[in-house]
């Protein structure tokens, strides 16, 4: 039962890292832009973590939503007979899988942070797409 768990959490961390890490890359010429146009450090962060922050908070409320229909459907169809399952789910359970995304997403937050500093504005103007 733990396995699942942790390889659940290490999972749901790389996706958020890979996630973030592609919205960095793909609006570099964006950060340079607003950072040449005279924004704080603080603003330019917020702008990403933002939208992180956002997208996070959706995919728990779609998330939580949908794993009740899921368990629901499963729970029908599999009998409680031949699998050993729990028959309903404890808000426990969805409270720790918040604060572990929660906990991910500020931890890919500071991660991050290194590379949208790191970005060289001239470098990134300069480039062609």
Do not use: C
Not at 7 to 15: E, M, R
Not at 29 to 52: N, Q
């Amino acid at each position: 039962m733990w396995v699942i768990v942790v390889v659940s959490a290490i999972l749901a961390f790389i996706v958020l890292y890979t996630l973030t890490n592609i919205n960095v890359s793909e609006r570099i010429r964006e950060l340079s832009t607003i950072k040449v146009l005279g924004f704080y450090p603080k603003e330019v962060l917020a702008y990403i973590y933002r939208e992180t922050i956002i997208l996070t908070f959706a995919g728990l409320v779609i998330g939580f939503i949908s794993g009740i229909f899921v368990h629901a459907y499963l729970m029908t169809i599999i009998t409680p007979e031949n699998v050993l399952s729990v028959p309903g789910i404890s808000w426990q359970i969805f409270g720790i899988a918040m604060l572990l995304i929660i906990l991910f997403t500020g931890l890919v937050a500071i991660l991050m942070k290194k590379k949208i500093d790191a970005v060289d504005m001239l470098e990134a103007l300069k480039s062609v797409d």
